[in-house]
């Protein structure tokens, strides 16, 4: 079996790496990973991928293997995806490409959006461009999150629906386009595909292997950690206002699972679109509850979304600057769930309860909010 994968340096990426080297190590074949990465500073793809190998938070069976063995296994294509060269095409005939790598980010800012499109939408085309004639299979890691702003129960097609999304911010918007236009061409060119959602991804919950470990803080951790630190200002805490929908609630996906998911189901030719979310969303006011209980911050108030809002304060100016720009659209958003029936056969979701939640921010409290950055 031959896989190609991007963004494999990544949050989820370094995951799906993970589970697909157990998953040749297990059957032991002779199964070869592709993985497209480059160089990072002083640092060669190389290097970044064998930090990844040999580290605190490696799977035991990787580090047991050594990496030596999961060398056989694996082929670096040292090129920055946006400058690939067609110099391979023998090697990957055949393949399956899971393209992973993505620019996360939830900026509303306007002067962002073309550099949020490019790196999402216009890398994803021209990596297809370049592989779709060596390839079996094309898989894209998109976010359940394109499904827009809607109320009620998502299913897993999104490619059939009588109306347009409407979306919350570039991010959604350029990974909506992108899986559009993947299912397009290959429908076209009559090459299989899957599209493949996580949600908001969490820290790990399968297994005992590094509890609540998680590479980067993204989304809700922002806002620990914004609060996190501003608590240890000196002076009294000043109030902050959260604008929220008390019905509404975050969708959090653990990303080990996400990955398990991911490589259990991308030779399935059944499955063509997947959300890999939690079958309930974390209620938003449970959440900030919690958060806040954690990081000690207790000077707060939720608030319905006012036609006029001002800021109050210097805390409250700044968060609403920075991190609560971005949020705020998920905070007062209709609630909604996912249809996972189909996911759950795949592999029984975590239950992300209370503690779970809290496990996830003590967590990154913990290891003081930093990202381990390969």
């Known amino acids: 079996m031959k896989i190609i994968l991007t963004g494999a340096t990544g949050v989820l990426g370094s995951h799906i790496m993970y ?5 040749f190590i297990k059957q032991s074949n002779n199964g070869k990973l592709f993985i497209i990465a480059r160089n990072k500073g002083k640092f060669s793809a190389l290097d970044r991928v064998n930090e990844l190998l040999t580290s605190d938070y490696t799977p035991s069976i990787l580090l047991k293997t050594g990496l030596e063995k999961l060398h056989e296994y694996i082929e670096i294509i040292d090129s920055d995806l946006a400058n690939l060269q ?13 393209h992973s790598a993505g620019y996360v980010n939830l900026s509303t800012d306007e002067n962002l959006k073309e550099k949020i499109f490019d790196e999402n939408a216009k890398i994803t085309k021209s990596l297809f461009k370049t592989f779709h004639p060596f390839i079996k299979k094309f898989i894209y890691i ?3 999150f394109s499904s827009g702003i809607r109320g009620g129960l998502i299913d897993n097609d999104f490619h059939n629906l009588d109306f347009t999304p409407k979306h919350r911010n570039a991010y959604e918007d ?8 993947i299912a397009k061409e290959c429908k076209k060119l009559g090459l299989p595909f899957q599209i493949l959602r996580p949600s908001v991804i969490g820290g790990k919950m399968l297994g005992t292997e590094s509890p609540y ?18 608590s240890q200002r000196k002076g009294e805490q000043e109030n902050v206002r959260f604008i929220i929908n008390e019905e ?3 969708n959090i996906i653990p990303v080990d699972y996400v990955a398990r998911v991911i490589v259990n ?4 030719d059944d499955i063509e679109q997947l959300n890999i979310v939690n079958d309930k969303s974390f209620n938003i006011v449970k959440g900030l509850q919690l958060i806040m209980k954690e990081v000690g911050y207790t000077n707060f108030t939720l608030i319905k979304n006012p036609l ?11 968060y609403y600057e920075s991190i609560g720009k971005h949020l705020k659209p998920y905070f007062i958003t209709n609630p909604n769930e996912y249809d996972t029936t189909l996911l759950n056969s795949i592999l029984e979701i975590p239950k992300l309860d209370n503690e779970a939640f809290t496990n996830m921010i003590r967590y990154a409290i913990s290891n003081d909010f930093k990202d381990i950055n390969v």
């Open 265 to 268: 189901a991308f030779e399935r």
């Open 86 to 98: 067609d110099t391979f095409s023998e090697k990957i005939k055949g393949a399956y490409f899971i």
């Open 19 to 23: 589970d697909i080297l157990e998953l």
């Open 248 to 250: 509404t609630g975050l």
């Open 174 to 181: 350029a990974k909506f386009h992108s899986e559009n236009y």
């Open 308 to 318: 006029d809002f001002k800021y109050k304060n210097t805390i409250e100016k700044l």
């Open 142 to 144: 998109g976010t359940a």
């Open 213 to 230: 470990f998680i590479p980067k803080y993204m989304v809700f951790y922002l806002l620990a950690k914004f609060f996190h630190f501003t």
